[in-house]
């Protein structure tokens, strides 16, 4: 393995690259400020490393934000989603490992899918869930600690077991 990292994979396959993992925690959203403790425990394995939120590109808006409930808001979300996608793929191809954390599934993937096209980045993407995963992609953290959670997503990302695309 290229050493370009500490304690995790490479989420880019290698070689120094860069990489996007999405990640889906809705427990993490009672993180706080500082988000989801598994995202904090990934960021510092990975090397060199950049954590996103998706909700931090939905507060950014100052004037002219939509509430979640109104019409408008879909295209607002999907706005704010496109440029989380474009900022995670730009970093990845400078070469950092990217984890996008997202609260809620986002409702479309195609956007990350097109970034990685465009820019060659691997893209990963993990659901933690409380049950039996409804997806491939889902991880049941049921009896998992941040920790052994952490653990088994770069399991995963080392075993390519959640590579949505490149």
Known sequence: MNRTTVGGPELGGGRGAGGVLVLVDPAGAAGGEGGSPVVELLVQELHPSVHLRTD??????????????????????????????????????????????CADAPATLDTFRRESRTTGA???????????????HGLDTTDLTPESTAKSVLTALTARTHLLGW
């Open 56 to 101: 931090d590109f939905l507060r950014v808006i100052r004037n002219g934000q939509v509430p979640p409930q109104l019409p408008g808001a879909a295209r607002q979300h999907a706005t704010a989603l496109a440029a989380t996608a474009q900022a995670a793929f730009a970093y990845a191809t400078g070469g950092y490992q990217v984890v996008v954390e």
């Open 122 to 136: 691997a893209l990963h993407y993990v659901v933690l869930t409380g049950a039996a995963p409804a997806t491939p």
